[in-house]
């Protein structure tokens, strides 16, 4: 699957389940919208990583690596808490992004051998 899916996969995961952490909080935590901002970002330069804009590629790829390491600390709180649904909300956008990541990684891979064949 291409970059621009994944990542646009991992956008709405991080929309919907950052919304539904927020509701489920009774909208008192707000920092359970961040995750909901950064996959707003993330469709919002989608179309330049669709289009192998080298710049929109690697300004998506910091982006979901910041995400990935500001879901740590909630997923670590959820589990003290022994929320599990936050556990898997929180679990479940670590997992897409980490897949969003690796997705990057190859591509960027294949870019690179595809220039110096």
Same mark, same amino acid.
């Given at each position: 699957?291409?970059?621009?899916?994944?990542?646009?996969?991992?956008?709405? =995961?991080?929309? @919907?389940? @950052?919304?539904?952490?927020?509701?489920?909080?009774?909208?008192?935590?707000?920092?359970? &919208?961040?995750? /909901?901002?950064?996959?707003?970002?993330? /469709? /919002?330069?989608?179309?330049?990583?669709?289009?192998?804009?080298?710049? $929109? #590629?690697?300004? $998506?790829?910091?982006?979901?690596? =910041?995400? &990935?390491?500001? &879901?740590?600390?909630?997923?670590? #709180?959820? =589990? @003290?808490?022994?929320? =599990?649904?936050?556990?898997?909300? /929180?679990? &479940?956008?670590? $997992?897409?992004?980490?897949?969003?990541?690796?997705?990057?990684?190859?591509?960027?891979? #294949?870019?690179?051998?595809?220039?110096?064949?």
């Amino acid at each position: 699957m291409r970059p621009n899916i994944i990542s646009l996969i991992n956008a709405a =995961l991080l929309i @919907g389940l @950052g919304s539904w952490g927020y509701i489920d909080s009774g909208g008192e935590a707000f920092t359970a &919208l961040i995750p /909901v901002f950064v996959g707003i970002i993330l /469709v /919002v330069i989608n179309p330049g990583v669709k289009k192998e804009n080298k710049i $929109a #590629a690697h300004i $998506a790829v910091l982006i979901t690596f =910041l995400i &990935l390491i500001g &879901l740590i600390k909630p997923f670590i #709180a959820s =589990l @003290g808490r022994e929320d =599990l649904m936050a556990t898997l909300r /929180v679990g &479940l956008m670590m $997992a897409s992004t980490v897949w969003a990541m690796v997705s990057f990684i190859r591509s960027f891979r #294949a870019a690179r051998k595809a220039r110096n064949s």
